[in-house]
Nanobody
Framework: VQLQASGGGLVQAGGSLRLSCAAS????????MDWYRQVIGKEREWVGT???????NFADSVKGRFTMSRDNIRRNLYLQMSDLKPEDTAVYYC????????WGQGTQVTVSS
C-alpha cells in the first residue's frame, strides 16, 4: 500500500487549496478513505471520510468549508479546502484502514492571517 499526498502550500486566510492523494497497492474503489491533520505537539485530528459510494462526513471544525471527492479510475483522493483559516494550518495526511492503518507522508498546509 502506498499513499502519496500532495498539494499543500501557503495560502492567505479565506483562500482555497486542493489536496490530492495518489493511492496504489490495494483495491481503492471499494475502500473508504480519510483525511487527518496534525499540528506539531498535538494529536492527529480526523478531518473527514469518503466511502466507496462517495458519501462524505466531516469534522465540525471543517464542515461547510471542506469537501472530499475521489476518482476511482485514477485512484486519487481529493480534499478541497475553502475559506481557510489560520487554525487549519497543519500537516494533512490521507489514511486507509485495512488490516492496519496506512498513512501517506503528509503535506503541509499553512494559512496566514
Amino acid at each position: 500500500v502506498q499513499l502519496q499526498a500532495s498539494g499543500g502550500g501557503l495560502v492567505q486566510a479565506g483562500g482555497s487549496l486542493r489536496l490530492s492523494c495518489a493511492a496504489s497497492g490495494f483495491n481503492f474503489r471499494i475502500n473508504s478513505m480519510d483525511w487527518y491533520r496534525q499540528v506539531i505537539g498535538k494529536e492527529r485530528e480526523w478531518v473527514g471520510t469518503i466511502t466507496s459510494d462517495h458519501s462524505t462526513n466531516f469534522a465540525d471544525s471543517v464542515k461547510g468549508r471542506f469537501t472530499m471527492s475521489r476518482d476511482n479510475i485514477r485512484r486519487n483522493l481529493y480534499l478541497q479546502m475553502s475559506d481557510l483559516k489560520p487554525e487549519d494550518t497543519a500537516v494533512y495526511y490521507c489514511h486507509l484502514r485495512l488490516n492496519r492503518d496506512y498513512w501517506g507522508q503528509g503535506t503541509q498546509v499553512t494559512v496566514s492571517s
